[in-house]
């Protein structure tokens, strides 16, 4: 797990519809509501290009969650205040410098894992316990591979704060403050939620083969200018297919039919 890489496998149709169920919520009507948070916490997706999981490093967390031992020694790093995101990748460089701090304090790297917010659903490592985790290096080790995971936990934490009812009555206020807290209004995390929500709601939809095949041509090398992995067919997918298309030795054109799609996954390790 050192370097947090695994196969980052996209999650499924079956899959959505099942951690929807697990939230309490009804697979027919309430998925735009699932999107919504998606959409807001992690922009939809929950790898990076380099099959990493998305994460982001609270560094207010880890001054608690190390006494405020390491503020003065790295304040970017430990501090009461929040901030000094760096963002995708950099996030790595910021939870890196962290566990070197711990370790050379002697000390195991599970407060800095506790530090990050993980993934598709974007859950606190701290919340490892109340999602089904005895440690959180089994939470985090447990995301490496499948984005489902990711799923799961994050349908653990909406039934554990009780947000089922409160997603399908549009309550977006108390979505927000279970997930960002009492101050989310200093960022419109509910106006966020609540747009995300009538996107999708309005008619807006994401297909999971598209969804997943864009995944696979991000890992694989072909996700530059194509945004992102968002399940919509747009020209820029098309013209990522195609160049994949001809690296594979395949004919010239932007279709992924059956036989190609199943190519394509096969090649990310699907």
């Known amino acids: 797990m050192a370097e947090f890489r695994g ?3 996209p999650f499924t149709g079956a899959g959505l519809r099942s951690a929807a169920i697990a939230m309490g919520l009804d697979p027919a009507a309430d998925i735009p509501r699932v999107w919504a948070i998606l959409t807001v916490e992690s922009r ?3 790898f990076l290009p380099d099959r990493r999981p998305k994460i982001l490093f609270e560094r207010h967390v880890f001054a608690r969650q190390t006494n405020n031992k390491f503020n003065a020694k790295a304040p970017d790093i430990s501090n009461k205040s929040p901030g000094g995101y760096e963002g995708a990748a950099a996030e790595y460089d910021r939870l890196q410098h962290a566990i070197a701090l711990l370790k050379a304090a002697g000390q195991p790297s599970d407060a800095a894992l506790k530090s990050v917010s993980w993934g598709l ?6 919340n490892h316990e109340s999602v089904g985790y005895a440690t959180v290096v089994e939470m985090v080790r447990d995301m490496l591979d499948d984005e489902q995971q990711h799923l799961m936990a994050m349908a653990a934490f909406v039934k554990r704060n009780k947000l089922g009812p409160k997603l399908q009555a549009n309550d977006w206020v108390a979505v927000a403050e279970a997930y ?3 101050n989310q209004a200093e960022h419109d995390y509910s106006g966020k939620l609540r747009a995300a ?4 709601a309005g008619g ?3 297909d999971i083969s598209i969804r997943r095949a864009q995944s696979a041509l991000a890992y694989l090398g072909f996700g530059k200018g194509m945004g992102d992995v968002d399940g919509i067919l747009g020209d820029n997918t098309r013209r990522a297919i195609r160049a994949w298309r001809v690296h594979a030795g395949l004919s010239d054109n932007d279709r992924l039919d059956g036989e190609a799609f199943e190519q394509l996954m096969a090649a990310a390790g699907f």
């Open 121 to 126: 659903g974007q859950v606190m490592g701290f």
């Open 7 to 9: 196969l980052g496998r």
């Open 44 to 46: 939809g997706f929950g």
């Open 197 to 200: 929500f009538e996107k999708f």
């Open 180 to 182: 960002n807290g009492k």
């Open 204 to 206: 807006v939809e994401r």
